[in-house]
DNA sequence: CTGCGTAATATGAACGTTCATATCGCTGAG
DNA sequence: CTCAGCGATATGAACGTTCATATTACGCAG
């Protein structure tokens, strides 16, 4: 299709009579038309619904307002469920600045450092969004060795930039596992799914800090897969086993779902026979029964927090000399016991 | 921040020895080029990592390759589940074709109409995804008076562009009753939020149809909200009654969720005494306990048709004659008994 | 060996901005 | 009365492409 064309800066310089220069400072700085002028313009440019053509006015000045996010490629059938909330976020907090996000994905065949290449290449944005960060990320890589602008949900090595944001998952598993023992509980399981995600890491950090600090006694487990299937077997196992724990912390809430599961099964009453915790606090948390003890993830600080960073990284060319750790919020429901 | 700048059609030119001419036909007409040139160029190109601007090829074909997606307002506590899934589909399937997504927010104090007529004013995308589309949405008025190209989740008024997709909620809900009542249920309750958001409406539909197909008696609960503890509330009164159903159809999982809890409050067994059926297949239908049955959304469906839709009204500039009502997929479960 | 047709490549203009600089009109010092 | 100085507005060029058109190269009929 063609001829989208619309209202130019032209159009609206010959309704009124002046040049283009004119218009163009009406928008980008007033104060050097006379008020009259200003106001005669502005009505104007109100009444034709004149804006400036972005791709006329990026190519001239190289911005483009626009910030990319390589979306994590995800299971339809089974969606990571704080995706939501984040983008949620950080669509407001770019909005509010007056950025947009790019939703980015590798076309088939093409890997993600060449999807990253391409649209740097191509100056389509103007600087990055990742998440899900791993410890020794090749897109944090690239993107350093390119000197393009990025900032990083999920540390970066210290060589690299240090315009990061993070969750301090390993203090949020010690205040947890530190509830547990002022309950009294001294055997405590904790419950990770396999992978060596660096979140994982952290949240089992945590708990072998915990433990150690409260002297407790602790045993790690290890769920094959994500299936409800799968984590059902390890959880029933888990709570089986001669000296079963008193206690689980689970890394994530869609495991302490298999402990729930597991625990009906088995006959044991969650908060009363068992006490639980968990990380993420997805929505459901509220509905189980009883209501799941968790870390709740600051999603619009941390979003407000890469935002930030990212613009001051594009408009002053600094980088932030620091990433930023922010602590999980406990939400202390009744799974953990009275 | 400046000078971004990188490798320009110039620069390959010069390199080749060729006019910009040249080099922009390898790229886009390439059968013009002797062989030996074009493979030539093309090494170069390669070498270089040259990359057409975006800008300025924008500027100059008034096409972007990118569409914009203004992302429903979520509470973050709380967010939509099945957005995240929905995304995912909709950017695979815009990545297949060589677009992107742009996701939009209109700024603070600004109007949904007034953030489109920005960005189709400052042409900076090429088509609009609406979801969540209202029966009278003034997103699909506004849009359709401004003849820029669109496409629907959610059907749109007859006298508007059938540029829709939608899930044909009646139907699904109609078997879902049907298996209701082939298990011998005459006592059926049908449990919904307020709001008359078209989707829940076609929930209702079906509910009636199904009642009324299968001479069952219904009776029809509403939730106040979505918090727990009002979901709860409702839900108990429901199975209080003198004349308790003996099955329910929620018209939402998450409105199951509130049944599965005043359940187990009320020492009723689903499955066994209470007969549950809802809609959506959140991810984590799967864990409870019975299982859920409820409908799928054929969310890569929908992506795909609506991309399709989208590139051919922006292509070749005709608008689809028809929408395209896709079937939701029954998901049976133990939650409606044996 | 000229001239013609076509294939291959080159050139100028245009897309709509903004930047750098030029011009204009006016006030007030000399 | 002249003109420096300044505020206000105008003009030309440039950003990096692609389109329309021009130029060149080449094979071949006459």
């Known amino acids: 299709m063609a001829a989208r064309r619309g209202i130019t800066i032209e159009d609206v310089a010959r309704a009124a009579g002046v040049s283009r220069q004119t218009i163009s400072n009406a928008l980008n700085a007033p104060q050097r038309l006379k008020p009259e002028t200003l106001e005669r313009v502005t009505r104007l440019i109100e009444e034709l619904g004149y804006r400036p053509d972005q791709s006329a006015r990026s190519l001239k000045s190289g911005t483009r307002r626009i910030i990319a996010y390589p979306t994590p490629v995800d299971d339809p059938a089974n969606p990571n469920p704080l995706m939501g909330g984040f983008l949620e976020a950080v669509v407001a907090s770019a909005g509010e600045v007056g950025y947009r996000i790019l939703l980015l994905r590798p076309r088939p065949g ?68 530190g509830l547990l023992a002022a309950r009294g509980h001294r055997r405590v399981a904790f419950l990770a799914s396999v992978g060596a995600q660096p979140w994982m890491e952290d949240r089992r950090d945590g708990f072998r800090a915990g433990v150690r600090r409260h ?124």
Chains 1, 2 share one sequence.
């Open 215 to 338: 002297g407790l006694v602790g045993q790690e487990f290890s769920a094959p897969g994500d299936g409800p299937a799968e984590l059902v077997t390890v959880t029933r196992e888990l709570l089986r086993g001669r000296n079963r724990p008193t206690a689980v912390v689970a890394a994530g809430d869609w495991l302490a779902l298999g402990v729930y599961a597991a625990a009906r099964e088995e006959g044991i009453e969650i908060g009363a026979d068992l006490a639980l915790a968990a990380f993420d606090d997805l929505p459901l948390t509220a509905f189980l029964h009883p209501a799941l003890t968790t870390v709740r993830l600051p999603l619009q600080r941390i979003a407000r927090a890469l935002i930030g960073r990212l613009i001051q990284t594009v408009e002053d060319g600094a980088t932030p000399q620091a990433g930023l750790l922010l602590p999980g919020e406990l939400v202390i429901r009744p799974s953990i016991g009275p």
């Open 110 to 177: 093409q890997s993600q450092e060449q999807a990253l290449d391409e649209v740097i290449a191509a100056r389509t944005v103007d600087a990055f969004l990742l998440s899900d960060v791993m410890r020794d990320d090749p897109r944090v890589a690239h993107l350093t060795a390119a000197g393009f602008p990025f900032a990083a949900f999920g540390r970066t090595m210290p060589d690299q930039p240090q315009s990061w944001v993070d969750v301090d998952s390993v203090q949020a598993v010690i205040e947890l596992v």
